[in-house]
């Protein structure tokens, strides 16, 4: 209801407004030492695990394949270091499950010649669309904002669907975080040249950058280096959790909204990430896999919230010491924003291409309050932003009755964490939400 | 660094400020203006029955949690005091001590704890109590003490504007006669009038309003379609017939409007969830409330349209919902179609 003049798109449906804290958007991103020693798990992706193809002993260089994927949704792993193959072994990763993983001991830092580690913006695309896709591909590239969807398969677009539109999320809805703010801010032109090859690759005439207005500077870039560009806009958007949800944004730059258990491409749309984005630039023109991404440091008592260039596998602690040691009072670290992040048990998880912030929530916010009964405000289902009655489906997969959760489009919630957020009772909500959406995916697969 | 130091839990990691019990504390900040407002106006009496109110509700809601139900005492949320509070500013403030028990007693032992305590009554607990009082104790209930500092327990009763209104139309005399007899509106409107503990100042109220929606407790949702709609209709019947009818601005000023709109129906309970059922709601208490003023026996309806309203509110939660993402199906066929028709047109 708020009036504003120059109010800025937002999607229309529900929606919060945490505090953003971006402690770290003024801090240029600078890479992280080396690790000793490596763990990279061969599910980092949304789909079917990648397979082992090195053993115990041997030698690999930065850049090579230690994972290849089974399936077409599947993602390549590579080496983020050069060295030896340690244990493959079963670890935990952020997730709190355990996955097998590849630990490598770091011995120099010797790279696979194809790659090129030249700086110079390189702007021709040689590669015809299928060569993009087929190399994005091989690069191991998946969403980087968090869902880490394999990258090839949003860009091979199903029969029959016609894409329009390519939107490039540079919204980082989630508080704290500022990785994204900040490759937008130090490599804008990779950027473009990454959505250039993006189109080429959907074969699409239009691209959206969408950006939330708390990036005025991000936003500021992209409009003076578009200027002259007819097919790609950038455009700001108010600050709205959780205005970077797929869905959200395809609603709020284009008045469209996907059906329920649709994707984008129904309504003709593609959404990448600008994180993705980059990491696709770097596969086509620079023949760079994916092993290291911009990982935030953050939190109210970190001394130094920081943005690094961190090779996938390097585990937690070494981020943290670099940010200036963990602090006395914390009793909570995510992996990820506070919204849709997971809290972690050990500092010995490594990070992952989805991993895209670490944040220290002190003791006295990182437990949950006193419950009291539901008081019927109404605020959840105010702030859903896909327009659900979370009370109800709270209601519902707490005494088991799944159909009638199923009817009331429990499934196309997206775990955002708005109703939670805004409960005043602390009830939780969106974990009796997930509960019953896991009863109904057994139910299914049985 | 041992691990078994970090809390692990599910998303969301923050949560908002704004818990019941910071929630009811707004609104206890909220009604203070109203209350300073009655003292002001009443004198002593007015804090001995809101501290009686508070004390009995707090203490009957503590005894039937703990000694009939056998659970934990719920009172620290504060919505017991809440309701002592408004069950107070809906009584005269010479009302004896024992009528503030029993209808505490009733507000919170029938209309709140039998239904399982916060959250789960249908009712208003405080409006429950009010109208209990109301019909078992008429006489008590309408005599109201002379407004004007009257810094005693035993002060002069007065009538209050709609009473003189309801009897003075009955006796056959004209609005415009009877508007003679009575205070001007600016009086009206800072609440140098007769009538209830909490109900006089619709200026004290408005301060309430603001702090709440400024603290985003409530939303203007349901006071302003209540209050629209009243000035609405009042002013429909006033245009037909000015002899008959009093203008729409001594409806919204008197009585217990402004006490209903800002913090009677806007009780999240027993009100709707969506805006959208909010309006329907605001909009039912108004067309219920003039029609109890313009043609019912009793010179006040707004605590029987509230409560026939929260009768409401589950159908009003059935229909009215929140427009679910992805349902506007409409427009997405035509998109679709247009989609097809494009795909088929490129070779």
New interface residues.
């Given amino acids: 209801m708020a009036m504003r003049l120059n109010k800025h798109k937002t999607f229309k449906t529900g929606g919060i407004h945490p505090h953003d804290n971006k402690l770290s958007a003024q801090v240029a991103i600078t890479p992280l030492p080396l690790p000793k020693m490596v763990t990279i798990p061969i599910i980092q992706h949304i789909g079917a695990p990648a397979k082992i193809v090195v053993n115990r002993g041997d030698m690999v260089k930065t850049g090579q394949i230690i994972a290849k994927h089974e399936g077409f949704v599947s993602s390549n792993i590579h080496a983020s270091v050069s060295g030896r193959v340690g244990v493959i072994e079963e670890v935990m990763d952020s997730t709190g499950f355990k996955h097998m993983a590849i630990n490598i001991r770091v011995k120099g830092d010797d790279w696979e010649e194809s790659i090129d580690r030249n700086d110079a913006l390189i702007e021709e695309i040689k590669l015809t669309p299928k060569e993009i896709v087929n190399r994005i591909m091989e690069a191991g590239v998946v969403g980087m904002g968090g869902a880490a969807f394999p990258s090839h398969v949003k860009l091979s677009v199903p029969e029959g669907k016609h894409v329009d539109h390519l939107l490039i999320n540079g919204v980082e809805c989630e508080p704290y975080l500022t990785a994204d703010h900040r490759v937008m801010l130090e490599k804008p032109k990779e950027i473009i040249v990454g959505i250039k090859i993006l189109m080429k690759a959907l074969g699409v005439q239009k691209a959206i950058i969408g950006i939330e207005d708390n990036k005025a500077d991000a936003i500021e870039i992209f409009q003076q280096l578009l200027k002259n560009e007819k097919h790609i806009g950038v455009e700001a958007l108010e600050v709205q959790y959780p205005q970077g949800g797929e869905k959200q944004l395809i609603q709020a730059l284009l008045n469209r909204e996907v059906p329920s258990g649709g994707l984008p491409a129904d309504v003709g749309v593609i959404v990448h990430n600008v994180g993705t984005t980059f990491a696709v630039y770097e596969a086509v023109q620079k023949n760079k896999p994916l092993l290291e991404r911009v990982v935030t440091v953050t939190g109210k008592s970190v001394k130094q919230p920081s943005n690094f260039l961190v090779r996938i596998g390097t585990p937690v602690i070494d981020l943290l010491i670099a940010a200036g040691g963990v602090p006395e009072d914390t009793g909570k670290i995510v992996s990820g924003g506070p919204m849709m992040g997971k809290a972690i048990a050990d500092l010995d998880v490594p990070v992952a291409k989805g991993t895209s912030g670490i944040l220290l929530i002190p003791k006295a916010e990182a437990s949950r309050s006193e419950i009291y009964n539901c008081v019927h405000c109404g605020k959840c289902i105010e702030a859903c932003p896909m327009g659900l009655e979370p009370y109800r489906l709270l209601i519902m997969s707490k005494k088991g009755n799944n159909k009638r959760a199923k009817e009331e489009h429990i499934l196309d919630c997206i775990e955002c964490g708005s109703c939670s957020f805004v409960c005043p009772s602390n009830r939780p909500i969106l974990d009796y939400i997930r509960l019953g959406k896991t009863q109904l995916k057994k139910q299914k697969n049985v | 660094?041992s691990?078994g130091?970090?809390?692990?839990?599910?998303?969301?990691?923050?949560?908002?400020d704004?818990?019941?019990p910071?929630?009811m504390r707004g609104v206890i900040i909220a009604m203070i203006p109203a209350l300073l407002f009655s003292v002001y106006n009443f004198g002593l009496g007015a804090v001995y029955v809101t501290l009686l109110a508070i004390l009995f509700c707090v203490v009957i809601e503590y005894a039937i949690a703990r000694y009939l139900l056998k659970r934990p005492a719920s009172i620290y949320?504060g919505s017991a005091i809440i309701t002592g509070m408004l069950l107070a500013f809906n009584v005269p403030s010479n009302l004896p001590w024992h009528i503030i028990l029993i209808g505490s007693a009733v507000a919170i032992g029938i209309g709140k704890m039998s239904f399982?305590?916060?959250?789960?009554n249908p009712f208003n607990p405080a409006l429950v109590g009010r109208v209990f009082l109301l019909l078992s104790f008429p006489v008590e209930m309408t005599s109201w003490p002379k407004a004007g500092a009257t810094w005693s327990l035993d002060a002069v009763t007065s009538a209050t504007p709609l009473g003189i209104l309801k009897d003075g139309l009955r006796a056959g005399d004209t609005v415009p006669e009877l508007m003679n007899q009575m205070p001007s509106y600016t009086d009206f409107f800072f609440g140098l009038q007769g009538g209830s503990l909490g109900e006089m100042s619709a200026f004290a109220i408005l301060l309430g309003l603001i702090y709440m929606l400024y603290r985003k407790i409530i939303?203007?949702h349901i006071p302003l379609s209540m209050l629209a709609t009243i000035l609405l209709m009042t002013g429909i019947f006033w245009l037909i017939d000015p002899t008959r009818f009093a203008n729409p601005l001594f409806h919204l000023l008197t009585g217990g409007i402004m006490l209903g709109a800002v913090f009677m129906a806007t009780d999240?309970?027993?009100?709707?969830?969506?805006?959208r059922g909010m309006l329907v709601f605001g909009v039912g208490i108004g067309v219920l409330t003039v029609v109890i003023r313009l043609f019912g026996s009793y010179p006040e309806g707004v605590s029987f349209a509230i409560l026939i309203m929260n009768a409401f509110v589950p159908l009003i939660n059935s229909y009215a919902?929140?427009?679910?993402?992805?349902?506007?199906?409409q427009?997405?066929k035509a998109?679709?179609e247009k989609?097809e028709k494009?795909?088929k047109a490129t070779p």
């Fill in positions: 660094m691990a130091l970090l809390t692990v839990s599910p998303s969301p990691h923050i949560h908002t704004l818990t019941v910071q929630i949320d399982g305590g916060l959250g789960n939303t203007w999240y309970v027993t009100s709707p969830f969506t805006h919902k929140q427009p679910r993402y992805g349902s506007k199906s427009r997405h998109y679709q989609l494009e795909v």
